[in-house]
């Protein structure tokens, strides 16, 4: 039998993603196939290694207060004065929505989430708004709907949205080079002229992800330090694979396309956002580090016991502050209630399943699934339900966000919180548009966790040759076979366990998490299915590959 290398990439938000290959590119006549002059990619089995190049990043999630909801002059109308879209059918009772919310909300503050905000929007109206939690452990103001917060990487949708309009006026094209825009964009490794403005918006530029010199401070704004250096640093660094070979999560292509967007609309960064995005929007509540405003607004963070100021960076690749009800104008934007901002071709193009492209495996549950910037476009559950869903997480140490946009419902819900008891809000928000569609009657009944079907039979020798050493983010394991019994040791402990074949070429541990294997360009690779509640709402699937 061939030798094949095996490779296993770890899925985290703003880490390591599901590596994927995608085909687009320009130049093709010179991009690097000699894989001896290629640095192999991230996360080897010990036939093929290397680094993953990740950036730690926690996770926060959001609760809230109750707040009234915001009146219906938040709803985008059209030049008749109309409003843009209609609600969906049936009667939804928003009161008792936001009770639950609420509810739910005051439940996941703890010693490491201290304030926590939600909100809701139906076809372009904020029909649910709540806050939960303090501004700051001594309680020194109020923490309303207009307190912001660091939202990390959902920063990034507002990036996309920014190159999106660019390419609707016929200013940009998706899959032309970056040097088209950048032509002083220069790197020490020659594949850099074949990298495109889709490759940084799909993770697959092959940049390492983090140049990270100047580009996180505490308190410091107007700073423009890391943005001005930037395209200096990138000159005397490498590629880590060939462009569109795979996706890996990718901080610095989000500070390119600041950079285009600068080039091409002869504005600032912060100036372009202001007149295409956040007025168009009503996102009042919403500023770059470049921004001047009342930073005293902004949510308090800490480390320990030490209350910190706020947290800066890069604006397009995670330095915007914002509100959840801003969030919400951000991701109307996506929706047909978004007037105009943004076509449907490109709206389309942002929610195309970029991820099936390449490396991949059984399209099922999963909460992680590229688009154009979006984590996922087929959101589980919504994705079982033929519901088009994407969704948006951002998490630094001391603050994060989660967007969930429905685009054919003109629905959009966002969660914003400061700490890091992170994990809840992507649940708490799918819980809570579940149930806004069943009492909308668009679907029947919430789901539930889907029941893997066992069956007798024998583990045929093509699954045993997928015996080996595999490598994920957090460290390798050894994977044998005992008959039909697959047994993993876990290095460098060397503790085992044992699991159970349970039939089409399926195993499971006694946690019950799943495992199975594919193979893709020549490779191996083994992917697990978890599942997890942390919310006590809703059970959802924790895939690694």
């Not at 390591?16 to 006549?29: K, Q, S």
């Not at 490491?112 to 103001?141: C, H, P």
């Not at 956002?273 to 902004?298: N, S, V, Y």
Request: a negative charge; hydrophobic letters at 35%; glycine letters at 8%.
């Amino acid at each position: 039998m061939r030798k094949r290398s095996r490779i296993i990439a770890s899925v985290f938000c703003l880490t390591a993603l599901f590596p994927f290959l995608l085909m687009n590119g320009c130049l093709e006549d010179d991009v690097t196939s000699d894989p001896s002059s290629a640095p192999v990619d991230s996360a080897v089995s010990t036939e093929d290694t290397s680094s993953t190049e990740t950036e730690p990043v926690p996770e926060t999630d959001p609760a809230s207060e109750t707040e009234a909801p915001a009146s219906s002059e938040d709803a985008y109308t059209d030049p008749t004065g109309e409003p843009a879209t209609e609600p969906l059918p049936g009667t939804v009772d928003w009161e008792t929505i936001q009770e639950e919310m609420q509810e739910h909300a005051d439940r996941f503050i703890s010693d490491n989430l201290t304030s926590f905000q939600f909100a809701v929007m139906d076809a372009g109206e904020i029909v649910v708004s709540g806050t939960a939690g303090k501004y700051d452990r001594q309680q020194s103001q109020s923490l309303t709907s207009e307190t912001m917060y660091g939202v990390a990487s959902c920063s990034k949708v507002a990036a996309t949205a920014a190159v999106m309009r660019l390419v609707d006026q016929g200013k940009v094209d998706l899959d032309a080079c970056v040097t088209d825009y950048l032509p002083d964009f220069k790197m020490a490794d020659p594949r850099y002229k074949d990298i495109t403005v889709r490759m940084l918006m799909n993770h697959s530029s092959g940049l390492y992800g983090n140049t990270v010199a100047d580009a996180w401070k505490l308190g410091t704004f107007g700073d423009t330090t890391a943005h001005d250096k930037f395209l200096e640093r990138l000159s005397t660094q490498r590629l880590k694979s060939n462009p569109s070979e795979y996706s890996i999560y990718c901080n610095d292509g989000f500070t390119l396309m600041e950079l285009i967007c600068e080039r091409v609309s002869g504005m600032t960064y912060a100036e372009y956002l202001r007149q295409e995005l956040f007025t168009p929007l009503g996102m009042e509540h919403t500023f770059t580090p470049q921004d001047t405003f009342d930073t005293t607004q902004i949510a308090a963070i800490y480390s320990g016991d030490t209350k910190l100021p706020p947290l800066t960076t890069d604006p397009a690749q995670g330095g915007l502050f914002s509100t959840a009800e801003d969030l919400c104008r951000l991701g109307k934007a996506f929706t047909e209630a978004g007037n105009g901002v943004l076509s449907k071709d490109s709206i389309d193009a942002t929610g195309n399943a970029e991820y099936l492209n390449g490396t991949w495996c059984e399209p099922g549950y999963s909460t992680m699934n590229y688009g154009l910037d979006w984590d996922a476009v087929d959101l589980y559950p919504f994705s079982e339900m033929g519901i088009k869903a994407m969704t948006k997480n951002g998490d630094v140490i001391y603050s994060g966000s989660q967007m969930i946009v429905l685009p054919e419902y003109n629905l959009v819900a966002a969660a914003v919180g400061s700490g890091s008891g992170n994990g809840v809000a992507k649940g708490f928000l799918i819980y809570s548009l579940l149930q806004i569609l069943q009492e909308k009657g668009a679907i029947d009944s919430m789901p539930s966790k889907p029941v893997l079907e066992e069956t007798s039979g024998s583990v045929s020798d093509e699954i045993k040759s997928y015996a080996g050493t595999y490598v994920r983010g957090w460290g390798a394991y050894e994977l044998s076979f005992e008959g039909d019994k697959l047994v993993k040791t876990t290095y460098p402990s060397g503790a085992k366990s044992d699991l159970t074949y349970i039939g089409n070429d399926h195993f499971k541990d006694d946690a019950g998490t799943d495992y199975w294997f594919f193979e893709q360009n020549g490779r191996q690779y083994q992917v697990s299915r978890a599942w997890d509640n942390n919310t006590g709402l809703i059970d959802l699937p924790n895939v690694q590959i």
